[in-house]
């Protein structure tokens, strides 16, 4: 697979190095002259010394011929013009690094579904080490604006023996996971003691939900 990567910090030398291991062909472009060339000294990889959204870097690149664009500097106004002209060169594979998560729409709208919003994974990571016993936090979405997330339905629950439509109350419950098996949450199915149920909830929401679970 060849892969053109736009960006030089930490990130984009260990995603290349993980790439070149795997015997893929990596071209790096980094605007930086210092930077690019401290990664070229230490990657087998293409270097390219200039702006990722400039044309001729690109097809210096052979973005013409590449399976993917990976759009990963640190400025959120380079990634998006990098899309754009790799949608342009009709780039099978293209994905982008979005550092401020009220960006995350403007990318959706041109049509790059592949993002990877690195606040939103650093800041999901740290509230993941704050989840309380019974709850086990998987995801922010929307961008920052709902939470998925499990609970677990102990005897002191107040979801315990009613029907989901009677609890579904501004938030969803996706699925249910009963003795081993998935059920779907029909209006009707009653949440039982050792239930976990997967929630999709907006942000301030939360606390009302474990407040009903005897666990905040």
Do not use: W
């Not at 993002?115 to 740290?126: C, E, G, R, W």
Request: glycine share 6%.
């Amino acid at each position: 697979m060849k892969v053109i990567i736009v960006g030089g910090d930490r990130f984009v030398e260990e995603f290349a190095e993980i790439l070149i291991k795997e015997k893929n062909d990596v071209v790096i472009i980094e605007n930086n002259d210092k930077r690019a060339e401290e990664l070229a000294t230490k990657l087998d990889a293409l270097v390219l010394h200039g702006d990722g959204t400039s044309k001729e870097i690109l097809e210096d690149a052979d973005i013409k011929h590449v399976d993917a664009v990976v759009a990963m500097s640190g400025d959120d106004k380079v990634n998006l013009m990098v899309c754009e002209l790799a949608k342009s060169y009709n780039v099978p594979n293209i994905i982008a690094r979005v550092n401020q998560a009220s960006n995350q729409n403007i990318f959706i709208e041109l049509g790059i579904s592949k993002l990877i919003n690195t606040t939103i994974s650093v800041v999901s990571l740290f509230k993941k080490a704050l989840e309380k016993s019974g709850t086990n936090f998987l995801n922010f979405t929307a961008g920052d604006k709902a939470e998925i997330f499990e609970i677990n339905i102990t005897d002191k629950s107040d979801f315990l023996d009613k029907s989901v439509k009677d609890v579904q109350k501004g938030f969803i419950i996706c699925c249910i996971y009963r003795k081993g098996e998935f059920l779907l949450p029909k209006p009707n199915v009653v949440i039982k003691q050792g239930d976990v149920l997967t929630v999709c909830a907006p942000v301030e929401k939360v606390k009302d939900i474990e407040k009903a679970l005897q666990i905040s």
